[in-house]
């Protein structure tokens, strides 16, 4: 008997042949996406020199670059208003007959209760001023600047009405009034300050 050949035909598989892979334009997609994003308004730089991500971010703005360029002395102040409230607030509390007469250079007539009270609401608000110390965000110092504005005009004015009522204008209570005045003038300015800012970057 005869020898038969075997022949081996190709598969299918290794018969067709690979497709070419599609290369991605990667130049082109570049230059779509900045079309697009100039399109957007975004990419570029602001008129602080800002470059935005998103439109997001454009229309927000940036709390770093604000922590950055934040007004100056601000932290020392906010600070300066905390150490000084909690000081006073804790005199008020422990020794309001002294604190009382260190102010209206007399013997004490108000009852102890009422300076104690006046005390723990201070504490209370020395505590906001602790806390816009260590924040980033514009509104929150913006609202611990509008809180300490208010306490030094309102203490202001119920002071003087007390040194008319009474007739009493030691030089304590004159120099109360006018460190309260000064204190109202360069919180107003941070505020004010603050304000300007947040209008510029929006």
Excluded at 37 to 54: M, N, P, Q
């Amino acid at each position: 008997m005869g020898k038969k050949k075997v022949t081996f035909k190709p598969s299918s598989m290794a018969a067709k042949s690979h497709p070419p892979l599609m290369k991605k334009h990667s130049q082109t997609d570049l230059v779509s996406r900045l079309k697009t994003r100039k399109i957007l308004g975004v990419g570029g730089e602001d008129d602080d020199g800002e470059v935005h991500r998103s439109k997001i971010s454009q229309m927000l703005g940036n709390e770093i670059k604000f922590a950055l360029r934040e007004p100056v002395g601000l932290r020392l102040w906010i600070l300066f208003s905390a150490v000084g409230f909690t000081a006073v607030a804790l005199m008020a509390l422990a020794f309001p007959s002294q604190l009382y007469e260190v102010v209206f250079e007399e013997e004490q007539t108000a009852t102890s209760i009422s300076i104690r009270l006046f005390g723990g609401a201070l504490l209370s608000l020395s505590l906001i001023m602790w806390n816009g110390l260590y924040t980033i965000e514009k509104v929150i110092l913006q609202w611990t600047l509008l809180s300490e504005a208010c306490y030094f005009a309102i203490q202001f004015v119920v002071t003087c009405a007390t040194l008319f009522e009474l007739g009493l204008f030691s030089n304590s209570a004159i120099l109360l009034l006018l460190s309260r005045l000064l204190f109202l003038t360069v919180t107003l300015s941070y505020y004010y300050h603050l304000g300007r800012r947040n209008r510029k970057m929006c």
